[in-house]
């Protein structure tokens, strides 16, 4: 069974600095991309980031390119988001994705983590 | 960066009826070399992230019922329920993953009963 546990959320000052991870298991994580998207509180799905197999192609939305990076760790079954000077209106549910190819491009989302909330306030 | 649209922004439908949504892009999904649209519905329920139901805009994910169905080519698209099911209440979502970043959702229908 597929399972994608988020985790690192929590409650930031804004210009502050946090990091998200997600524990993969139940499939062969490095032969497939991966991703990150967003959820303000009672809003729609915002697409944050992806991340290729290989780590050799990543993109990013514009809203987060300069702050935001994500990475992998395929010996770990692992991927990160290294969120930097956050604002208000980061605050969001982060979903980690699982695509259903190995290329970030032209992603289909197959599996969800349970999200992992972040809050930028001070 | 293409827009997504869907309509309505929330429908309620009575047990048993046919539902439909709508989603409207602002770039053809279409991609000539394959012909295939790149276009996938996502079913969110309360409290719960959301869950794959159609990708390349007809092709229901394994383990999806079949009263669901997406249909449409190019910029206009609709996902139908059949015949509503109680636990088919949720908001649903319409994403494109046409090409290059960013990929983007519709803004959500919310459907009732």
């Known amino acids: 069974e597929v399972q994608l546990v988020d985790s690192g959320g929590g409650l930031v000052q804004p210009g502050r600095s946090l990091r998200l991870s997600c524990a993969a298991s139940g499939f062969t994580f490095d032969d497939y991309a991966m991703h990150w998207v967003r959820q303000g509180p009672g809003k729609g799905l915002e697409w944050v980031s992806g991340i290729s197999w290989n780590s050799g192609s990543i993109a990013y939305a514009d809203s987060v390119k300069g702050r935001f990076t994500i990475s992998r760790d395929n010996a770990k079954n692992s991927l990160y988001l290294q969120m930097n000077s956050l604002r208000a209106e980061d605050t969001a549910f982060y979903y980690c994705v699982k695509a259903t190819s190995p290329h970030h491009l032209s992603p289909i989302f197959d599996y969800w983590g349970q999200g992992t909330l972040v809050t930028v306030s001070s | 960066d293409i827009v997504m649209t869907q309509s309505p922004d929330s429908l309620t439908v009575s047990l048993g009826e046919r539902a439909t949504i709508n989603c409207k892009s602002s770039h053809s999904l279409l991609f000539s070399s394959n012909n295939k649209n790149y276009l996938a519905w996502y079913q969110q329920k309360p409290g719960q992230p959301p869950k794959l139901l159609i990708y390349?805009?007809?092709t229901r994910e394994s383990g999806v019922p079949d009263r669901f169905s997406g249909s449409g080519s190019g910029t206009d698209f609709t996902l139908t329920i059949s015949s509503l099911q109680a636990e088919d209440v949720a908001v649903y979502y319409c994403?494109?993953?046409?090409?290059?970043?960013?990929?983007?959702f519709g803004q959500g229908t919310k459907l009732e009963i």
């Open positions: 994403q494109q993953y046409y090409s290059t970043p960013p990929y983007t």
């Open positions: 390349w805009a007809s």
